[in-house]
């Protein structure tokens, strides 16, 4: 029915958190408690030799009227290997092909893209290998959430806002609890539990605006050897392995990304780039 006009005082800033807001994380950034617990995860994975791990996420998205009306459970599974061996297969990330996995065996890396025609049961299937001295640019982060391999405590509780908010317990572990806001492309706060006694993320949840993600890390192995054949460049019936094309035109370096999304941001991505430009094939999440 009618009213009288209301009156709506509000303030426009370019800034992306208020002045008090910024004050208490700054704060947090610097609590001891916190860096503490950071420096215990940067010790520990520096240790790591090997690491084989699976990564389930279930994302819980709102509709109309604020209810959640879709559940959406995905996998993907992660191998490393000091210094140069890796492996992951995101092919239940990827909407449109049936198999996507990408590896290295120290030499050789290569990826396999399986792509199913439209209405039928085959499809194509690349498997393309290109020698490790010519990626030039490689970016691999598994079971560091912040990134401790390359940054010091300080610096990733700073870059990252991250604030301890206390200890829980979780499927019978029990967790120091991390949050922190992270504001690119889109702001969404993320949480993340880590267990006490072998300074490794148990799971990360993230709230933005319309979704919940709750993502579980299982390590299957940690510092055993790898067998050989599972980071090998694959056999597959009927398919012969063929060089990676050249860069061309406006292309100046290959890259490798594989980041289990332990920080937030699954990034699973093979490609080249250049000054103008970038062509890839992968999944990633948010960037």
């Given amino acids: ?168 317990e979780f499927g019978g572990s029990k967790c120091h609890v991390i949050e922190g806001w992270v504001m690119s492309p889109i702001g969404f706060l993320s949480q993340w539990w880590i267990d006490t006694r072998t300074s490794r993320l148990l799971e990360n949840l993230v709230y933005w605006d319309n979704d919940v993600k709750r993502v579980r890390f299982f390590y299957d192995t940690v510092d055993q050897p790898l067998p050989v054949g599972e980071l090998s460049i694959p056999k597959i019936h009927g398919v012969s392995p063929v060089p990676a094309e050249s860069l061309g035109v406006g292309y100046t370096n290959r890259f490798i990304n594989l980041r289990d999304g332990s920080d937030g941001n699954m990034n699973i991505r093979y490609g080249k780039e250049g000054p103008k430009a970038q062509s890839w094939s992968g999944y990633v999440e948010f960037n």
Avoid at 25 to 36: N, V
Avoid at 69 to 93: G, I, V
Avoid at 104 to 121: F, K, M, N, V, Y
């Fill in 1 to 168: 029915m009618p009213s009288e006009p209301i009156t709506l005082e509000y303030l426009v800033s370019d800034e992306e958190l208020s002045s008090i807001d910024r004050r208490k994380i700054e704060a947090g950034e610097k609590d001891p408690r916190l860096l503490e617990i950071l420096q215990s995860m940067q010790r520990e994975r520096t240790h790591i030799t090997s690491l084989a791990e699976r990564i389930q996420s279930l994302s819980m998205s709102r509709g109309k009227g604020g209810l959640f009306e879709r559940l959406t459970s995905k996998s993907a599974s992660f191998k490393w290997q000091k210094p140069d061996q890796f492996y992951a297969d995101a092919t239940d990330m990827m909407y449109t092909s049936s198999a996507f996995v990408i590896g290295c065996d120290g030499q050789t890396c290569w990826w396999q893209d399986e792509s199913p025609w439209a209405g039928t049961t085959t499809g194509t299937t690349n498997l393309v290998i290109c020698p490790l001295k010519d990626i030039q640019r490689m970016d691999l982060s598994l079971c560091d959430p912040f990134d401790l391999s390359f940054k010091t405590p300080a610096q990733a509780a700073s870059e990252m806002d991250l604030n301890y908010v206390g200890d829980g």
